[in-house]
């Protein structure tokens, strides 16, 4: 990895000097693309654009492949140098992308393309200290509420209180996955005011957080969370497929409008999420917003690389972002194509947008964040004064600590977590215990003589248990892309090998 980074710096250098003498990219070029699996006869088509219309003489061989957009930045990271010369990654992945090399710097006048034609947070997003490292593509990962119009009327769509009443008195769930993803349960916080920015530097490391979750308004969001929490209709899950189950309220997002739709058909509604009131003050709950970008790999050779980033701003341009949003309903992060009359007739796009003036852009998140901040929701459900509320927000500014104080051994470690996990925290010793955790506590690994991580000892599992092994008790370096499931049941060691991010199983 040292020898094949510093040839691409290298080349950099040489790319500089190239491209100011002479701009020459004309001639044919062999890339792998990563794209979304439904995305990929759409991206062949783009290349093929690209090459009949581009002026340079430029024409690539693209292989395109399918690979989601979290299980790109995994494979990257893994091995850099086998990695597409392309690919596609949610905002979320950005940071540890940087860390580790996998992405290409951006010239000047690439990051004046970025710039001038896409929305301000999505630039935000793929910029890491002074540097800009890959292209917006979307800007529609966020959140908002579809509800039964049937059982919930219009007027109520606007208050938490009425909307839970509604479905109490119709006997109908409200989902919202509060339980399962800090990333939904962050509207409460965001909702009062409550601020969580994580600082890192320009190698992508965290180096510090302002965090106000423990605090007067972030004690006013947990109020507001217990309503909601407390209510014996209310589901943890953001999966429209509950309308089908009872539900009259899933907060979700636009990758879901065509199956709500498919369900409730006109009865189908779509809003910004609602406003919960504490002590006489109302709040807009707020959300998270996201983006889907195109980064580019590091490169050998210096003009080979020059011509990709030609290709990317072309995939990443205001007609290829149209096309997307055309065959796959992507929400362009473009300001001309989110200026169009089909994008604003949109209405899940629509809802989108009213719920934009309260997202917060999701940009570096440190990987362990996401399960300190989940369990917030349990602590609050258990409280049974204020003073219980308050010790739900102290426990997580406590744990959010912890994580600038880790020693070298757990940054550095391996665990497991998963649906195979017991309950007795990160340091047990008693693998007799047979109550299962969901994802909340890691068993510890240990480093053979072989390089070879294998948890300490062996225990049983049954078939259809789900794991991932995970860095630093982090999601930043997690593996397998997709979880490992346990085909049959027995006693097993896990092992991974890091040098290859391959997860296996041991009979005991």
Not at 434 to 463: F, H
Request: charged share 20%.
């Amino acid at each position: 990895m040292k020898k094949f980074l510093a040839i691409v710096m290298a080349a950099i250098m040489v790319l500089s000097v190239c491209l100011t003498a002479t701009a020459e990219l004309a001639g044919e070029y062999d890339i792998t693309i990563w794209a979304a699996e439904n995305a990929v006869d759409l991206t062949k088509k783009q290349v093929e654009d690209f090459n009949a219309t581009n002026t340079d003489g430029i024409k690539f061989n693209a292989t395109v492949e399918p690979v989601s957009e979290s299980e790109a930045a995994t494979q990257m990271i893994t091995d850099v140098e086998a990695g597409a010369d392309i690919f596609s990654f949610a905002s979320d992945q950005f940071a540890r992308l940087v860390q580790a090399g996998a992405l290409a710097k951006l010239g000047a006048k690439a990051v004046e393309f970025v710039t001038a034609n896409n929305v301000g947070g999505s630039i935000a997003a793929v910029t890491s200290g002074d540097t800009m490292y890959a292209y917006p593509m979307t800007a529609d990962n966020g959140y908002f509420m579809f509800y039964d119009k049937s059982i919930i009327p219009e007027e109520d769509a606007n208050s938490l209180e009425k909307l839970i009443a509604d479905c109490e008195a119709n006997q109908k769930f409200f989902a919202f996955d509060l339980q399962g993803s800090a990333w939904y349960l962050a509207s409460f916080f965001f909702g009062t005011g409550c601020h969580s920015v994580w600082q890192t530097a320009d190698d992508g490391t965290f180096i510090s957080v302002d965090d106000t979750f423990d605090s007067d308004k972030g004690l006013i969001a947990a109020k507001g969370l217990k309503k909601l929490v407390d209510s014996p209709f209310f589901l943890s899950s953001a999966s429209v497929n509950e309308f089908n189950s009872g539900a009259a309220v899933v907060v979700s997002g636009v990758w879901d409008y065509e199956a709500a739709k498919g369900i409730l058909g006109d009865n189908l509604g779509a809003k910004d999420l609602p406003s919960f009131e504490v002590d006489g003050t109302e709040y807009h709950l707020g959300s998270y917003n996201g983006y889907k970008m195109m980064g580019v790999k590091p490169q050998v050779d210096a003009v080979k690389g020059a011509a990709i980033h030609k290709l990317a701003q072309y995939l990443t341009g205001d007609k290829c972002q149209m096309e997307r949003f055309e065959a796959l309903s992507w929400g362009p992060s473009n300001l001309a194509d989110q200026a169009s009359e089909a994008v604003q007739s949109n209405p899940a796009l629509v809802a989108l947008a009213a719920q934009d003036p309260y997202a917060t852009v999701l940009s570096q998140v440190h990987g362990s964040w996401w399960d300190i901040a989940k369990v917030i929701t349990e602590d609050v459900k258990a409280a049974t004064d204020e003073a219980g509320l308050q010790a739900a927000l102290d426990n997580y500014q406590e744990k959010l600590a912890s994580l600038f104080t880790l020693s070298d051994d757990v940054k550095n470690g391996w665990t497991i977590i998963g649906t195979c996990n017991l309950d007795d925290g990160f340091f047990f010793t008693d693998y007799s215990n047979e109550t299962r955790s969901n994802w909340t506590d890691d068993i510890p690994m240990v480093k053979g003589e072989d390089g070879i991580w294998k948890s300490e000892k062996a225990w049983p599992m049954e078939a259809g248990v789900e794991f991932k092994v995970r860095q630093g008790l982090s999601w930043d370096n997690a593996f397998p892309a997709d979880n490992f499931k346990v085909e049959e049941a027995g006693t097993y060691f896990v092992t991974f090998d890091e040098a290859t991010g391959t997860v296996a199983l041991v009979a005991e």
